[in-house]
């Protein structure tokens, strides 16, 4: 089991398009075909978001692979996927929603210690653009001071 522990696939463009509020961890509920594309870094969540349909969570727009062995086994690529997270903090989750502004956004894709495939989500505001500029300021910012201290 400790192999598959590497998979940790992220959403790079997250942190730069939106200020997240809150993170929560949560199950996905997937076939078998499905964890094995992820085993293999077969999947993508760039373009990832979450969606509540009857009080139930689910991430739309998510990519994984057709697993190469999977004959008719495989479902469709970029199908809603079902995310497992205990009642309060769906609830929770909902009520914030209720905001104007505010999304559910998948920030990393991961296997956890037990096998199982785990996604980190966040709610998070978009951000306009001179919040963009200004995080790019501080960056560089930040790069000139670590050159300077070397």
Known sequence: MSGDNRIDIKNRKASFEYAFIDKFIAGIQLTGTEIKSIREGKANINEGFCVFTKEELFIRNMHIAHYFNGTYNNVAEKRDRKLLLNR???????????????????????????????????????????????????????????????
């Open 88 to 150: 309060n903090e769906l609830n929770k989750l909902q009520n914030k929603l209720k905001d104007q502004g505010l999304t559910i956004i998948p920030l990393r894709l991961f296997i956890s210690d037990k096998g199982y495939a785990k996604l980190e989500i966040a709610l998070a505001k978009g951000k306009k653009l001179f919040d963009k500029r200004e995080d790019i300021k501080k960056k560089d910012t930040q790069r000139e001071m670590d050159r300077r201290m070397k």
